[in-house]
C-alpha cells in the first residue's frame, strides 16, 4: 500500500494484557500532527500495512497484545500481534502512536 493511499489517515493503537490485564489505547492523526510526526506516520503505516502477518508465536502470559486500526478516506485495516511478533514497522507505528497520540477510550 503506497503513502499516498492514506489521504487523511488517523492510526489507532489498542494494548491489552500485561501483569494487569489492562487495555489502554492511543489515536493520531495526520490532522493532528506536524510535518516531521505527519511524514513518519504516514511512511510507517505503509509499511506497516505492507508487512506479512507475524506468526503466532508462544509468549509470556503478562505479555501485551496489540490492534492497530489504520483508517482513511480509502477504508480501514486492522493489523494485530502481540510484542514478540510485530513487524519492526509496525513496532514503530506503535511506538510513534504512543509518544505522539493522545489516550482515548479502548
Given at each position: 500500500?503506497?503513502?499516498?493511499?492514506?489521504?487523511?489517515?488517523?492510526v489507532?493503537v489498542?494494548?491489552?494484557?500485561?501483569?494487569?490485564g489492562?487495555?489502554?489505547?492511543?489515536?493520531?492523526?495526520?490532522?493532528?500532527?506536524?510535518?516531521?510526526?505527519?511524514?513518519?506516520?504516514?511512511?510507517?503505516?505503509?509499511?506497516?500495512a505492507?508487512?506479512?502477518?507475524?506468526?503466532?508465536?508462544?509468549?509470556?502470559?503478562?505479555?501485551?497484545?496489540?490492534?492497530?486500526?489504520?483508517?482513511?478516506?480509502?477504508?480501514?485495516?486492522?493489523?494485530?500481534?502481540?510484542?514478540?511478533?510485530?513487524?519492526?514497522?509496525?513496532?514503530e507505528?506503535?511506538?510513534?502512536?504512543?509518544?505522539?497520540?493522545?489516550?482515548?477510550?479502548?
Amino acid at each position: 500500500m503506497d503513502e499516498e493511499a492514506f489521504g487523511a489517515l488517523s492510526v489507532t493503537v489498542r494494548r491489552s494484557g500485561g501483569f494487569a490485564g489492562v487495555t489502554r489505547a492511543w489515536a493520531l492523526s495526520l490532522a493532528d500532527a506536524d510535518d516531521e510526526v505527519a511524514g513518519r506516520l504516514r511512511s510507517l503505516a505503509s509499511s506497516a500495512a505492507g508487512a506479512p502477518a507475524a506468526a503466532p508465536a508462544p509468549g509470556p502470559a503478562d505479555g501485551f497484545s496489540y490492534e492497530v486500526l489504520l483508517e482513511s478516506e480509502g477504508g480501514s485495516s486492522a493489523l494485530r500481534g502481540s510484542e514478540r511478533t510485530l513487524p519492526p514497522p509496525l513496532a514503530e507505528l506503535v511506538e510513534l502512536v504512543r509518544a505522539h497520540g493522545s489516550p482515548v477510550q479502548p
